[in-house]
């Protein structure tokens, strides 16, 4: 019998180096995703540079670049709700799930600390004591801070948000159906969150992903806000922005799924496979 233990060595091996050029590229998608996207928020918040729409705008594109420098890897997930809903509905490997989320979570995380770091002294002029004022910059708030939205009624907007988000994902990366090609696909994403930041962006601040907001959470709690835990109303909020799209994402793919995805026209395929299905 033939000795294929050198063989086993070999695929094992080059299956570990290819999760760690993927999680590399879910790590600095993210990470790129996050400068754009909490620097604008630090600018207009603590600077008074530009406005609701800069913020939609500067999301959107740290999206688009964001993908763009993950896709060809890992498929530029960037936000676990993504990751959990591909592995429910496209095929995604479920052993690949924790790592990803953890990757974006980590690059969130980092991108924070540089936005903190970078935006320093403006924050320290218009917020010294580092507080619910600025808080925002980092992370999300029920009716950003200012409206009168309870944690539930952030739930509900992340939940819709989130569906909303997956279910035009799972349009755009269907081979199946109109999908745009390879080099749209960023553009049209970024696109995407640009009109969600537009249309549903009061209730809770748009996060839709839940690395998005933990890891800048963290940041600035390890960096002197030491409420970033709370909402203005002093109660636990972290947990909206993780647990709503994690509810969301799944119940927008699954819409996609069985509402869409039978009907396409196309009688010898099974639909809804994606550009960037990973086994």
């Known amino acids: 019998m033939a000795d294929t233990t050198g063989v086993t060595r070999r695929a094992v091996g080059l299956g570990s180096h290819r999760l760690l050029g993927e999680l590399l590229a879910e790590f600095a998608g993210t990470m790129v995703l996050i400068l754009f996207g909490v620097g604008v928020v630090a600018q207009v918040s603590a600077a008074g540079v530009g406005d609701h729409d800069s913020i939609a ?7 688009t670049f964001g993908v763009y420098i993950a896709a060809r890897l890992s498929g530029a997930h960037l936000n676990p709700a993504v990751t959990v809903a591909l592995a429910m ?15 974006q979570t ?10 903190r770091w970078n ?3 403006v924050l320290a002029k ?3 004591g580092h507080t619910i004022k600025t808080q925002g910059v980092f992370s999300t708030l029920p009716g950003n801070g200012t409206f009168p939205v309870s944690e539930w009624g952030a739930l509900r907007d992340q939940i819709i948000g989130t569906a909303i ?3 035009v994902i799972m349009a755009l990366t269907d081979v199946l159906n109109t999908a745009p090609g390879a080099n749209m696909g960023p553009l049209l994403t970024g696109l995407l969150v640009v009109a969600i930041g537009m249309a549903i962006g009061t209730d809770a601040g748009y996060a839709i992903n839940p690395a998005r907001d933990f890891g800048p959470r963290l940041a600035s709690f390890l960096t002197g806000y030491s409420g970033a835990w709370r909402d203005q109303y002093g109660e636990l909020y972290f947990w909206v922005p993780i647990v709503g799209p994690l509810i969301g994402g799944p119940v927008g793919a699954a819409f996609y799924r069985y509402v869409i995805g039978p009907f396409l026209p196309v009688p010898d395929q099974q639909p809804g496979r994606s550009l ?4």
């Open 126 to 128: 218009a917020d010294p």
């Open 106 to 115: 980590l690059g969130a995380f980092v991108a924070a600390l540089l936005v």
């Open 165 to 167: 988000l997956l279910l």
């Open 89 to 103: 509905f496209r095929g995604f490997s479920w052993r690949k799930v924790a790592p990803y989320a953890l990757a």
């Open 57 to 63: 705008w500067a999301w959107g594109f740290g999206v």
């Open 276 to 279: 960037t299905q990973d086994g």
């Open 119 to 121: 935006y320093s002294e």
